[in-house]
């Protein structure tokens, strides 16, 4: 029964709930990236590369100029770039995008391992280069339970957040929106009504390297303030299973990112559960738990999340 | 263009096109290009030892590659390969290690058997999945490769575990070891290379000799027209995850056999993925993934001499997310091709 009052416990701590938020942030970041791609039908596996060169541009800008946000500003620029990268050969040259993703993957990793030594004159992890300070909010800290959560918390938390409602308020109520999701139905229906295929395609692939690149600045200067090579883990992938859980809509993404958030936060919160003994020997098991959820949630829930019909179909205009 | 032909040119093109773009990358962190592919050439070739070095490093890469690009060939895309060959090294370490009173005639088949058993059937979990519910491979086999990955780990720091240091399992019985053909140094190029070239010769006759073999490629040019011609779609993207993963498996099994003869924590080191760059470059053709992993074998061995006169090894991944992109988007490098040819 210990274990059961273990995991009351854990429910019970405020901390489970903040670690909850600050482990979904970069998920809701890159899952909104995916949505913004898919939508429009380019299917994007290298949000997981998208998100590691964020991470670390946003460490070298931060080094050199001091200013993190001009660090997170450079993220975006390095993201969006590179999003083109994807735009230009799944859209342009029609080349198999899963297959382009994982080039990108590929590069992003070679790429950030390559530069470390002669940036920063080591390999593996770079000196820690300063992070972006938390924001207290002055009431709300004193508030019991409540205030352990929200009382001080990164502004990405935040701008994550707005940026759900953002997005889900573009995709669904403007114009812009609609033609997104006319072109990743049915390109070719959208095309006869003098919508812009290609360009609203870019536009997706682009916008989805904007908020990966955020994703991956708050995992390094966000975060622990300093990068560490592949750091990203694998939460590309994790993002993309939120993404289609999600039902390729941004709030759905959300929660689905929380979920995860959520079930990794509780594997690290039962390892530091002073009830029950979590010997080095059995954390990797604990580690296993947001994977394995996610395989249960992608096979169970995916038979109801259709993606866009046209998703990774490049469009070709006959002429 | 004659398809062959441009089936063979585009790969070699984009890996020329890779090269001149690296060496772009090395002038500006200001190092001589020459120097680093001289040192590239010296330590994949440039010796006896080298050379046997290259050749062990590519034996578990034409094995990978073979699953990927069998995969590729039956329409499903198996990143999982890297997660196969982990747990099929690790379960059969897990048997070997008992197997010294068993004549090597039966304990290296019975080894391998193990390996490529449990690789079929850590793959067959995404191939069901997707046969069932539409699960996309892609996301379900990287979770898995998570899964092994923290599960092998387990393994050997805790019921595995043998001696302090770096965690591993016991060593597996001398009768499972594969046979040393050539000893070099302290290299030893054990027999694993054989076991792979064999392998892509049966898979090259699988595929275009064999019923199978044209059914998996039937539903992987087109499941519509397949499942109408009355092959099962459902049976064969199972079937063929499991003979892509039973390959990738058989990689762990030539790595604990001939290399390690243990599981370290860390065996795969990324083989599974460098098995789609093979694929690729090798046009899912099992003659040319012989090929293809060797180049990209060499690059691996190469790459540690090319770091010693200061460029990173992570160089050859850049070039090999070049080359993948590129084949990728083989419209860039066929527009080049005709563009030269209008020129002459």
Known sequence: ?319 | MNKKVSAILIPIISVLIALLISTIIILLIGKNPLVAYSALIRGSFGSKQAIADTIIKTTPLILTGLAVGFGFRAGVFNIGAEGQMVMGALIAATFAGNFGLLPPIISIPLTILIAMLVGAGYAAIAGFLKAKTGAHEVVTTIMLNWIATYFASYMVTGPLKVGSGTPKSPEIADSAQLPILMKVGAIELSAGIIIAVVAAIFMYILLNKSTTGYEIKAVGFNPYAAEYGGISVAKNIVLAMAISGALAGLAGATELMGVHHRFLGELSGGKGFDGISIALIGQNNPIGIIFAALLIGALRTGSNEMQFVGVPKHMVMIIQGIVIFLVAADRIVRTIMIRKKVEK
């Open chain 1, 1 to 319: 029964m210990r274990i059961l009052e273990a995991i009351f416990l854990v429910f019970a701590n405020p901390l489970f709930y903040k670690i909850t938020l600050t482990a979904s942030t970069p998920l809701i970041f890159a899952s909104l990236g995916g949505v913004y791609s898919e939508i429009t039908g380019v299917v994007n596996i290298a949000l997981e590369g998208i998100m590691l060169l964020g991470a670390f541009t946003s460490v070298v800008f931060t080094y050199f100029t001091g200013s993190v946000w001009i660090g997170i500003l450079m993220a975006v620029v390095s993201g969006v770039a590179f999003a083109w990268l994807h735009a230009w050969g799944s859209i342009k040259w029609a080349g198999n995008q899963v297959v382009l993703g994982t080039a990108l993957i590929l590069i992003a990793q070679g790429v950030t391992g390559f530069l470390m030594v002669p940036i920063f004159g080591k390999p593996g992890q770079t000196d820690f280069v300063g992070k972006v300070k938390e924001i207290k909010i002055p009431g709300l800290s004193d508030i019991p339970f409540i205030g352990k959560i929200f009382g001080e918390l990164s502004p990405f938390i935040y701008i994550a957040f707005i940026s759900v409602a953002f997005s889900w308020w573009l995709i669904y109520k403007t114009k812009l929106g609609l033609r997104m999701r006319a072109v990743g139905e049915n390109p070719e229906a959208a095309d006869t009504l003098g919508v812009n295929v290609y360009g609203i395609r870019y536009f997706g692939v682009l916008m989805s390297g904007v908020w990966a690149s955020l994703a991956g600045a708050y995992l390094s200067i966000g975060e622990v303030g300093h990068f560490r090579e592949l750091m990203s883990g694998g939460r590309g992938f994790i993002a993309l299973a939120a993404m289609i859980l999600g039902k390729y809509n941004p709030v759905g993404a959300m929660l689905a990112s929380l979920l995860f958030g959520a079930s990794s936060a509780f594997a690290n919160q039962m390892q530091s559960s002073s009830l029950i003994h979590v010997s080095a020997t059995v954390k990797p098991l604990f580690d296993m738990i947001p994977f394995v959820l996610t395989i249960i949630v992608v096979a169970g829930f995916v038979g109801k999340s259709r993606p866009p019909k046209a998703d990774g179909v490049p469009y070709e205009k006959v002429s």
